[in-house]
């Protein structure tokens, strides 16, 4: 019977700091990752069915199977189901399988972090994170991982929702020295933050150019297609755009494509992805006055980084 590692596990086999750094040296790794392949199937509802392939040729070979059943609300269960199988590339042969949903918030976050990495001031202390669905409070720890935060602001549309949130930040790990707030004001604490984490479904901007001040970094990894939007197109036409890969991105994100559909910016607008950025071929940051977005829906790259990591771990403690 092939080894199961649990979401419990995965939080033991996958701390931030490692993780990070395992995708630095990951994206400077030849990586192949087709595009996603997204399969409605049923009716109504509907229920969707993705599927992510990934390999490195000498390597391992990996496969996360997501379904998105957005009537299981009314049941009472969860709308998303994950599953990742790990394999060795030259056999095929299966060697483990996980849960896909705490590889998927952990690796997320992580890549975030690393990108912060590059494009975030360094003396940054103040986080502001938009949003409190499930993976807001893997977010804002990943982020302090990178930078000297000392407050981290929680913004979402209900109040009760923000509470929870801050809960969740220290249950996940916030240390104590980081103080929580329970923002109200949205455009308020836009301009006080060093850097703006959106982590929404919105179809509309949430996030505004003239709230925000010179040096902000913007991480947007909420919008995954190309109808929804957090951020307004003048924040995007004044600022360094990069990305976490081209391909997903200007196939997925409508946040880069639409203000790309409208001729508002070109595609030399998107300077770099985050390969580019682990193997130095862009800088990142060019000045503590740029504004710099990192927009991510989401590779596969991650996926097969974090897995091969929980599983070694998982190897040596079994």
């Not at 602001?153 to 790990?173: F, N, P």
């Not at 919008?223 to 991105?249: N, S």
Request: glycine share 6%; charged share 20%; net charge negative.
């Amino acid at each position: 019977m092939l080894p199961f590692i649990s979401g419990t596990e995965l939080k033991k086999y996958l701390p931030y700091p490692m993780l990070i750094e395992a995708l630095r040296k990951t994206f400077t790794q030849v990586n192949h990752a087709p595009l996603r392949h997204a399969h409605r199937v049923s009716e109504p509802g509907p229920t969707t069915l993705l599927i992510m392939p990934v390999w490195q040729e000498s390597k391992q070979l990996g496969l996360k199977v997501v379904t998105v059943a957005p009537e299981n609300r009314s049941q009472g269960l969860p709308t998303v189901h994950a599953l990742f199988i790990l394999m060795d590339t030259a056999t095929g042969v299966p060697i483990a399988l996980m849960d896909g949903e705490q590889l998927t918030l952990r690796r997320t976050a992580a890549a975030s972090a690393l990108a912060s990495d590059y494009l975030s001031r360094k003396e940054s202390h103040h986080l502001l994170l938009v949003g409190t669905g499930r993976l807001a409070p893997h977010m804002a720890i990943a982020h302090c991982m990178m930078r000297p935060i000392q407050q981290v602001s929680v913004w979402g549309r209900h109040s009760q929702s923000i509470a929870q949130t801050a809960k969740a930040l220290r249950e996940e790990g916030l240390p104590e020295h980081i103080a929580i707030i329970e923002a109200h004001d949205l455009s308020q604490s836009a301009q006080q933050a060093d850097i703006i984490c959106c982590a929404t479904t919105s179809k509309e901007p949430l996030i505004f150019h003239d709230w925000v001040k010179p040096g902000t970094h913007i991480d947007l990894v909420g919008g995954f297609r190309p109808d929804m939007r957090e951020v307004d197109d003048a924040l995007m036409c004044h600022a360094q755009i990069f990305v976490d890969t081209f391909e997903g991105t200007l196939a997925e994100a409508g946040d880069v494509i639409q203000p790309l559909q409208q001729g508002l910016i070109t595609r030399d607008a998107v300077r770099a992805e985050l390969a580019d950025l682990t193997a130095h071929r862009h800088a990142g940051r060019g000045n503590n006055d740029e504004i710099t977005v990192f927009k991510s829906v989401g590779t596969a790259i991650e996926d097969l980084c974090a897995a091969s990591l929980a599983w070694d771990s998982w190897k040596s403690t079994s």
